[in-house]
């Protein structure tokens, strides 16, 4: 069962996510909170596996709770919800270690077909936002690329790029004539040796140095 909590200041909007999660029998909404504050304390309290939080909020907002929240020794799996396409707050919490943002309006089936995606390890973006997203936030200058990049096989480099296009495990797969097990792995040992938690911060790497 994928525990959820749901972090919102909207009740309508909370119950509407609630009755959806609820109704899927591999999911289950633990918690609630109507802001940051609220948040830290029900989710270190019930331990949820995936936290929906929007980023607007009284007392303490989304990023600032995010923030907070992942500094814990077993952090959740985080992703934010914004009213709007293009979010200079949602491109900056990914930056902060969160697996990524939705549109408050999305399709329910995409909603909970992201929830189990990030339960799994990988991370989502907004449909409509991915390439745009980073292409409007990264810095204007690339900074300068650290030497850790610089210990990637060519073979790594190649699977790095394709990654930061956004294409799928799969996507690689069959464009490098590889199993998608052997990208996978690969995929891995690159987050491992550039120090990043998944697949949205590597292509924040990569635009911020300008390898994308």
């Known amino acids: 069962m994928i525990r959820v909590a749901l972090v919102d200041d909207q009740a309508l909007f909370r119950a509407g996510i609630r009755m959806l999660v609820d109704s899927q029998p591999d999911l289950e909404v633990v918690a609630e909170a109507s802001d940051g504050l609220e948040a830290l304390a029900v989710v270190r309290a019930t331990r949820p596996d995936v936290v929906l939080m929007d980023i607007r909020m ?4 989304g990023l600032a709770a995010t923030a907070e929240l992942l500094t814990d020794a077993q952090p959740p799996r985080i992703v934010m919800l914004t009213t709007f396409d293009l979010d200079e707050a949602a491109a900056r919490a990914i930056r902060q270690g969160a697996s990524g943002f939705l549109l408050k309006d999305a399709d329910p089936e995409f909603l909970l077909a992201a929830i189990r995606t990030v339960h799994a390890g990988s991370a989502v973006i907004a449909a409509s936002a991915t390439r745009e997203l980073f292409e409007r936030f990264a810095d204007a200058a690339p900074r300068p690329v650290p030497p850790a990049y610089d210990a990637l096989t060519e073979r790594e480099r190649e699977i790095f790029a394709l990654a930061a296009r956004g294409l799928s495990n799969a996507e690689i797969a069959a464009r490098e004539f590889l199993s998608e097990a052997t990208v ?17 911060q590597l292509v924040v790497f990569a635009f911020e140095h300008g390898l994308a």
């Open 184 to 200: 996978k792995t690969h995929i891995s040992r690159i987050l491992a040796k550039l120090g990043l938690r998944d697949r949205v």
């Open 58 to 61: 009284p007392v303490m907002d």
